[in-house]
Nanobody, 124 residues
Framework: QVQLVESGGGLVQAGGSLRLSCAAS????????MGWFRRAPGKEREFVAA????????DYTESVKGRFIISRDNAKNTVYLQMNSLKTDDTAIYYC?????????????????WGQGTQVSVSS
């Protein structure tokens, strides 16, 4: 069983930056693809970014391309999401998730472990 704990959320003004972290504990946390999802108020959960097991391949939803960067440090069992040029539309609860695949996954169904989420609020 892998436990995921997100941190780094908070309140920031539009145009600002935040860095989210996701620490994984338990068996084999670093051997699988990882992803970030978000759920905005009144909206469905959506894919934000994913990274393969090695960190050599990444993918992003169109709305965050060029602003967000996903990375990982397998020695620390930690995944990061650097969020720059934040917009009010980025306001959401952000969830870290661990896939049961090595390669990048966008579908929530391909993720088997989820964190509790961290709130990101962007003010205008």
């Amino acid at each position: 069983q892998v436990q995921l704990v997100e941190s780094g959320g908070g309140l920031v003004q539009a145009g600002g930056s935040l860095r989210l972290s996701c620490a994984a504990s338990g068996r084999a946390g670093s051997l699988y693809a990882m992803g970030w999802f978000r759920r905005a108020p009144g909206k469905e959960r959506e894919f934000v970014a994913a990274i393969d097991w090695s960190g050599s391949s990444t993918d992003y939803t169109e709305s965050v391309k060029g602003r967000f960067i996903i990375s990982r440090d397998n020695a620390k069992n930690t995944v990061y999401l650097q969020m720059n040029s934040l917009k009010t539309d980025d306001t959401a609860i952000y969830y870290c998730a661990r896939s049961n695949y090595l390669s990048i996954q966008q579908r929530p169904a391909n993720y088997v472990s989820w964190g509790q989420g961290t709130q990101v609020s962007v003010s205008s």
